[in-house]
């Protein structure tokens, strides 16, 4: 028998499931061209003026490597509009999880929305010789709000024990143990 026929797919793994819709989405306002100049240079077309300056080259920065496989020069996203959370809430701002198909990679960053509310720019890169279209719509980011709060690491003792009963159970099922029991829809509005 084929053993494969009987693993799920990705949609049947609340975690990963969860984590693609988890918070919020920025999505591109417009289409966006990455016209490829040379070897090592990519060069952006944005025809809609009203968002010319969405996305911007930049040189790279002496602080960062740039990721493996990536162009050393980068852009950014230059986002001019705000997030505003309650008091006490702070906003990672990250590449949308799980997407690996798309030819960018964000730098991530935590920004205390509750006390500033322009997000201002988001670094990325792009896979080197990818060259193309980024259709208006596209998910360029994503946003999980959090409550900050100081947190201590502690030693738990009989963890592993439990665990590992835990993960008897879950398996002694082919597949839905943690989806019905363990598992809580989140919501976003």
Not at 13 to 23: A, E, K, N, W
Not at 28 to 33: N, S, V
Not at 148 to 172: C, M, P, Q, T, Y
Request: charged share 25%.
């Amino acid at each position: 028998t084929d053993d494969y026929g009987l693993i799920p797919t990705w949609k049947a793994c609340p975690s990963v499931f969860d984590i693609m819709g988890t918070g919020y989405s920025l999505n591109l306002p417009c289409d966006i061209e990455f016209i490829q100049k040379d070897e090592n240079t990519l060069i952006v077309n944005i025809e809609d003026k009203q968002y010319k300056d969405f996305c911007t080259p930049r040189p790279p920065m002496g602080q960062f490597k740039h990721p493996m496989g990536y162009y050393e020069n980068h852009f950014s996203w230059f986002i001019d509009w705000g997030l505003k959370t309650p008091e006490g809430y702070s906003s990672l701002i990250a590449q949308p999880f799980n997407r690996f198909e798309l030819p960018f990679l964000n730098t991530s960053g935590i920004i205390d929305t509750d006390k500033v509310h322009l997000m201002g720019s988001l670094p990325f890169f792009i896979v080197k010789g990818w060259s193309g279209t980024l259709k208006a719509g596209t998910t360029f980011a994503q946003v999980l709000p959090f409550k900050r709060e100081d947190w201590k690491a502690e030693k738990f003792e009989g963890l592993v024990e439990k665990a590992e009963v835990v993960s008897k159970k879950s398996r002694s099922l082919l597949k839905g143990w943690y989806k019905q029991n363990v598992w809580k829809k989140k919501n976003y509005e």
